[in-house]
């Protein structure tokens, strides 16, 4: 009997006793992590957790060490894998935006939809635009980055990410890098994203953003995870002492400070 085509696969990702090392260092120790489809997940955990080594691997912007990684029912570490072919089906947004100075933020959105994705320049301006209104910036098109803020070139960053309209989102500590009164415009682009049911994997430091935002929060320490669960849990109600440890400087620094 003909079953039809086959159902697309539950998990958008999938990692299965993921290893990193660099030299001598290991920064992943057997990672085992699902991210459902329209599941935001948001990973947590002191620098050098291995974190943003976690999220590379994802598209094998690192290569892991051993381990796999299926991304939409895609093993992206098969060796005969197209890579190219997976990665464009996700979107990643760096702690540095990653603009092209010369070009004004339309054009920073136009060049990988016409070179990679092959649209003509209106199909790819008309895509450019739509994206641009959704992160609160149709009057910014014409600006080159040196002219705009640091979270306006973040979420211009945003905005080229999905104008390759992807399956998914990585988030790679998007606020770090701007001043405290400019994250909180990047961060409601990615609450409307998460409401509008986009998969997203956001490594983070922002703990209101992880409570209010996330399906699932992952506590990773030394390359591996300690603690997931519900916000509420992990956030809220922490059952591992490295987790409640590292909770409590982060949303008390100043009594952290006071111990020390």
């Not at 030299?23 to 085992?32: A, K, N, Q």
């Not at 098969?78 to 760096?94: L, N, Y």
């Not at 997931?228 to 992990?234: I, L, S």
């Amino acid at each position: 009997m003909d079953k039809g085509p086959e159902a697309p696969a539950a998990e958008a990702i999938r990692l299965e006793g993921l290893h990193k090392s660099f030299g001598e260092l290991e920064v992943l120790s057997g990672i085992d992590l699902d991210v459902r489809r329209g599941e935001v997940v948001c990973v947590i955990g002191p620098s050098g957790s291995g974190k943003s080594t976690l999220l590379r691997c994802v598209n094998l912007l690192e290569e892991p060490t051993s381990g796999k990684v299926v991304v939409a029912g895609t093993e992206v570490t098969d060796p005969d894998v197209d890579i190219d072919r997976v990665r464009r089906r996700i979107g990643m947004v760096f702690q540095s935006f990653n603009l092209f100075p010369h070009l004004t933020a339309l054009d920073n959105l136009t060049i990988a939809q016409r070179r990679v994705l092959g649209r003509d320049q209106a199909v790819a301006e008309r895509t450019a635009r739509h994206n641009l209104e959704r992160v609160g910036l149709t009057d910014k098109e014409s600006a080159y980055p040196s002219k705009l803020s640091g979270g306006q070139q973040q979420r211009v960053a945003i905005a080229r990410a999905l104008s390759m309209e992807p399956e998914l989102m990585l988030f790679d500590e998007p606020t770090s890098a701007l001043d405290p009164e400019l994250v909180g415009d990047v961060l409601a682009v990615m609450r409307t994203l998460a409401r509008e049911g986009m998969t997203m994997l956001v490594v983070t430091h922002e703990m209101s953003f992880a409570r209010e935002v996330a399906d699932r929060v992952v506590f990773m320490d030394e390359g591996v995870i300690v603690e997931e669960g519900a916000p509420a849990q992990v956030v809220g109600d922490p059952q591992q002492p490295r987790t409640r440890e590292f909770l409590s400087r982060v949303l008390d620094p100043a009594a952290a400070q006071l111990s020390e």
